[in-house]
């Protein structure tokens, strides 16, 4: 049998595969990726795109929880604020009953409700970002203001809903008539307008009607709080479970695209080896034929 | 009987033909490098007798012939066509690869930028900065689509430029095959076998570029036909190979006798290139045209349902596609609300704190509404990426199975055509020695005449 060998076809064709192998190989190994083209492992390359995806998906979702958690905690804050203010004025309506109360302390009373009326319309009127928190969605609007010498709501009943996991949501603007006024005739600003005038007067009775609907109103405050207390612990969870979901997330996405530095290592050895091989093959290949002994 | 003289002859006719296997020997030691040499051997047959008794008259050289084997040429012609093909073909999705990217750098990203963009305006969907970052991203997101169309586009058009510059090629070949043919013909098989070699190279040079059927003529020639009969070469004319633009992307088809044979290249080079301008760089064209349109036709109708910033009914969010065919490279943030983000729409209500709209153009992040209600727009990248990839990974197993099938044939067609050093030298000192013995037994003759020549002085 006639034995050719074609140093130039089979001896570079040696070298360039074991050139190729160790090219990837250093390739893997400073870059740190196991994939360089959508070619290495397509199969692999599209699961990393969905892992990134999915990845993608809990930040977003992620950035959405810390945005409402910061508009619950205020509102939160806001409501505490209100609820706190409310009961002072109980106190101070109550205190302001009986037939023993001087003119003057019942003055200062109906001063100190007018004071605490204007701080809760404050309260309610609270911004986040430029936008009120207790306005529903009209919320460029503040929630309370004095039209024609009236309190008037100027939100509506819509309240902004955001996702802060998948299908889970919760409300980042509040209706602010459903925690002023609900289901009476009147909001609780025009309840103490009107108590403090008893009050000044010593209307008993009214003043009675006044503690009553502060009672209705810091009742409804306090509902309103323990939604939100509720959304707060939803958006807790939520963020816990976001932050596992995206190291198992993490994980997948790291095998999926990131190179086995112990293993690419080992790689880069071999092929490092098969290049010096072939290099060697190739050299020897350069051997002496008949020619050489004939003389 | 014969004399004396006639020992002269069969000494002369033996350093000639041992003369003419050094000759043999040299040539092939010559052209050892050279491609397409087919070995030579010497042919040698012995003077007979030409009356009872007679020792015979030497020996005759019968001729110089070539170990070429036609079957292996051919194989490795039909091979080489196949490497061919797959190396333009590979050559083509390496650089598409190379233009997707990996994933997390791509339009996979732009993709991402723009539904969280849409998420956190849902968290303050009255902020000016959201809305900027909304009209950014749309941005960020058409140009990585025109970007990419237009990387796509302009393979095409370097492909269709490869496709002229090899039918050119293929042109020039066919010429001088048909030249080496109408030689080869002429000379009647006489003192061919050099013109044979360099046909067969020229030969295998075309089946690199396309996929001719050879046909062997009666009287030596090679006629080249295209598969379906239209003659490239015959005998010693050859047909050149036209080319016809089409407007308006100027690629070219392949005329051949009127014939319009483009679709008739599937191998070769030039099948290679034609397969990947028409076919392969065609389709992911479309695929990005219609995953484009899908994102442009899905964010603008849920878009339109909404009202902007300051309470008016929104329109478009893309300029509406006209059509999936160019939705890619034509994708662009609606003019009027790249100008002024005050017209994107969050609100479902009017109310300028309602975000339902923001939230539903968020939600189609996760909405299978791509893909003809199948996937979702990562999914349909994704989709788009693997089917590169998997291109890229086939072209790549192919080339590599083709290139080792035909180094085999090529070895092959050494063990059979090749020129072996080892060889050689072992046909130098046969054919040395023989001259040598010839010289001698020349010298013999002469000795022996001369003492002839002596005795009758």
């Known amino acids: ?295 | 009987m014969s004399g004396l003289f006639d020992s002269l002859s069969i000494a002369t006719s033996a350093l000639t033909a041992y003369r003419t296997g050094l000759d043999v020997a040299g040539q092939n030691i010559a052209n050892i490098n050279t491609p397409g040499y087919v070995r030579r051997t010497v042919t040698l047959a012995e003077r007979a007798p030409t009356e009872a008794l007679g020792p015979g008259h030497g020996v005759d050289v019968l001729g110089i012939q070539a170990h070429r084997s036609e079957l292996i040429d051919g194989r490795i012609g039909h091979e080489q066509a196949g490497l061919s093909h797959d190396s333009a073909l590979l050559d083509g999705l390496k650089e598409v690869e190379s233009a997707i990217g990996l994933p997390g750098s791509s339009l996979d990203a732009d993709l991402d930028g723009l539904f969280t963009s849409f998420s956190q305006l849902a968290t303050d969907v009255t902020s000016s900065s959201a809305r900027d970052s909304v009209v950014r991203q749309a941005q960020t997101l058409a140009q990585g689509f025109g970007a990419l169309s237009g990387r796509i586009t302009e393979l095409q058009r370097s492909t269709n430029v490869s496709v002229r510059d090899a039918v050119g090629q293929l042109n020039q070949l066919t010429d001088r095959f048909a030249q080496l043919n109408g030689q080869i013909i002429s000379r009647n098989g006489t003192d061919v076998e050099a013109l044979k070699d360099e046909r067969a190279n020229v030969l295998a040079d075309i089946q690199s570029l396309a996929d001719v059927s050879v046909i062997t003529r009666g009287d030596g020639g090679l006629d080249l036909t295209m598969p379906q009969g239209q003659a490239l070469v015959l005998g010693g004319t050859s047909n050149a190979v036209s080319l016809v633009s089409t407007a308006p992307s100027g690629a070219v088809s392949l005329m051949l006798s009127d014939f319009d044979v483009t679709s008739q290249v599937t191998n070769g080079r030039l099948g290679g290139l034609i397969t990947l301008r028409d076919t392969v760089l065609g389709g992911y064209q479309t695929n990005l045209d219609q995953l484009a349109y899908d994102v442009a036709t899905q964010v603008n109708a849920v878009h339109a349902s909404g009202y902007d910033a300051n309470g008016n009914a929104a329109g478009n969010f893309f300029t509406a596609p006209a059509a999936v065919a160019g939705a890619a490279a034509a994708m662009a943030v609606d003019p009027s609300l790249a100008a002024d983000s005050q017209l994107l729409a969050g609100s479902a209500t009017g109310a300028v704190g309602d975000n339902q709209t923001a939230r539903a153009l968020a939600g189609i992040r996760n909405a299978r509404v791509m893909s003809g209600g199948t996937a979702t727009a990562a999914e349909a990248w994704s989709n788009f990426v693997y089917q590169v990839g998997s291109d890229v990974a086939t072209a790549q197993s192919t080339s590599g199975t083709r290139e080792a099938v035909v180094r085999q044939l090529q070895q092959l067609r050494d063990q059979a055509s090749g020129v072996s050093l080892d060889e050689e030298a072992a046909n130098l000192m046969k054919f040395q020695r023989s001259y040598e013995a010839s010289a001698r037994f020349f010298t013999t003759v002469n000795d022996t005449l001369t003492t002839l020549m002596a005795m009758v002085q």
């Open chain 1, 1 to 295: 049998m006639r034995v050719i060998y074609d140093v130039v076809r089979d001896g570079l064709f040696a070298i360039n595969t074991a050139s190729s192998q160790l090219a990837r190989a250093q390739q893997q190994l400073s870059s740190g990726k196991r994939i360089s083209g959508a070619g290495d492992d397509p199969r692999g390359t599209q699961q990393a795109i969905a892992e990134r995806s999915t990845l993608n998906g809990i930040d977003a979702y992620t950035k959405t929880n810390d945005a409402a958690a910061a508009r619950l905690a205020s509102a939160d804050s806001v409501l505490t604020g209100y609820s706190d203010k409310l009961t002072s004025a109980i106190t101070t309506a109550l205190s302001a009953q009986g037939t023993q109360v001087n003119p003057a302390a019942l003055a200062s009373s109906a001063q100190a409700l007018r004071s605490l009326r204007q701080a809760m319309v404050s309260d309610l009127n609270t911004t986040s970002n430029g936008n009120f928190l207790f306005s529903g969605t009209n919320s460029n609007a503040a929630a309370y203001a004095q039209v024609a010498g009236t309190w008037t709501y100027q939100g509506n009943a819509d309240t902004a809903q955001v996702e802060v996991e998948s299908g889970r949501t919760v409300s980042v603007s509040f209706n602010g008539r459903a925690i002023a006024q609900g289901s009476d005739t009147t909001d609780v600003f025009t309840a103490l307008d009107t108590l403090a005038t008893a009050v000044e007067n010593g209307d008993n009775a009214s003043i009675a009607t006044g503690i009553d609907a502060l009672q209705r109103a810091f009742d409804r405050a306090q509902r309103a709080q323990a939604l939100l207390g509720t959304d707060e612990q939803g958006v807790d969870s939520a963020q816990i479970r976001l932050a596992s979901l995206r190291t198992a997330a993490e994980s997948r996405r790291s095998k999926l695209e990131d190179a086995n530095l112990a293993q690419a290592a080992t790689n880069l050895q071999k092929a490092d080896t098969a290049y010096r091989a072939a290099l060697g093959a190739v050299s020897s290949a350069e051997r002496q034929s008949l020619l050489d002994y004939l003389r």
